[in-house]
């Protein structure tokens, strides 16, 4: 006799797939990392590589623990998350702001942008020198270089986002009669989430490698520090350290975002239906 499990249950088991089929995915990105740790304790271990040029997994290990059990690897991190967390929201502020200006106002999109396209050209780093003569080389000049980093990929997607709302939308905006401020907090910025999210992502990415490379020019403090620190000491174990902890932590970073948008996807989903 033949059972129908039903709708919901359907749904669980093709959830649970999916979740499988996740979980496998994320093992097989697993692999590689692991052959290139494999090769590079094979290397250290028959002589190939001398210490100088790549020490041995287990003493960068041993080093990791000493850093974490002093609270060194914690406090250059949080110095350098500190940095990230005032940069960027100031960045990314000022970057939705003036995206939604540019995509709501023709006029000030025709003023505005020509230059700011110019602005963006120049890479982050390229503004060191003349920042370092104007604000020194103290936190103003990596606060102001981090929200840079934030402040193009931002605005960018904010303003694509905003000119890229659905003209039905709008038509339905009209036939409410929503006003301008209505129709921009009902209509237009829920339709520009997802563009909106992926600037903020890669203002984040932007922000957190510009923070590095501000922090190995001009910092006595911070993982970039750490790296500058662990090369002139000849530390590779420390500069090692430092590269894990930087990846760690800004893949962490671009993770919660993802899993934000996420959330706020499903839930502007299930508002619509």
Do not use: C
């Not at 002589?47 to 059990?69: K, N």
């Amino acid at each position: 006799m033949a059972i129908d499990i039903g709708l919901g249950q359907r749904t669980r088991v093709s959830m649970w797939r999916s979740d499988a089929l996740a979980w496998l995915a994320r093992g097989d990105a697993l692999l590689l990392p692991l052959f290139l740790v494999g090769m590079w304790w094979v290397a250290s271990a028959n002589g190939w590589l001398p210490e100088q040029i790549l020490p041995a997994p287990a003493y960068v290990v041993e080093t990791g623990r000493d850093m974490i059990s002093t609270g060194e690897l914690f406090y250059h991190a949080g110095v350098s998350l500190l940095r990230v967390l005032v940069g960027f929201s100031i960045g990314a502020t000022l970057g939705m702001a003036l995206g939604v200006a540019m995509g709501l106002s023709p006029r000030v999109e025709d003023y505005v942008k020509p230059l700011f396209l110019a602005f963006a050209q120049i890479p982050t780093l390229g503004w060191i020198p003349l920042l370092m003569l104007l604000v020194g080389i103290e936190e103003a000049l990596k606060i102001i270089i981090i929200a840079k980093g934030a402040l193009v990929p931002v605005t960018l997607n904010t303003f694509s986002g905003i000119r890229n709302v659905p003209a039905k939308y709008l038509e339905v905006g009209k036939a409410l009669r929503f006003s301008h401020w209505q129709t921009l907090r009902n209509i237009v910025l829920p339709s520009a989430v997802p563009s909106i999210f992926t600037g903020i992502r890669y203002g984040l990415t932007h922000a957190w490698t510009s923070l590095v490379g501000v922090e190995l020019l001009a910092s006595s403090e911070g993982l970039g520090y750490l790296l500058v620190w662990g090369r002139q000491m000849f530390w590779l174990d420390t500069v090692i350290i430092a590269m894990i902890a930087i990846g760690i932590i800004g893949f962490s970073m671009d993770r919660g975002l993802n899993a934000a948008e996420v959330l706020i996807q499903r839930w502007k989903k299930g508002e619509e239906d």
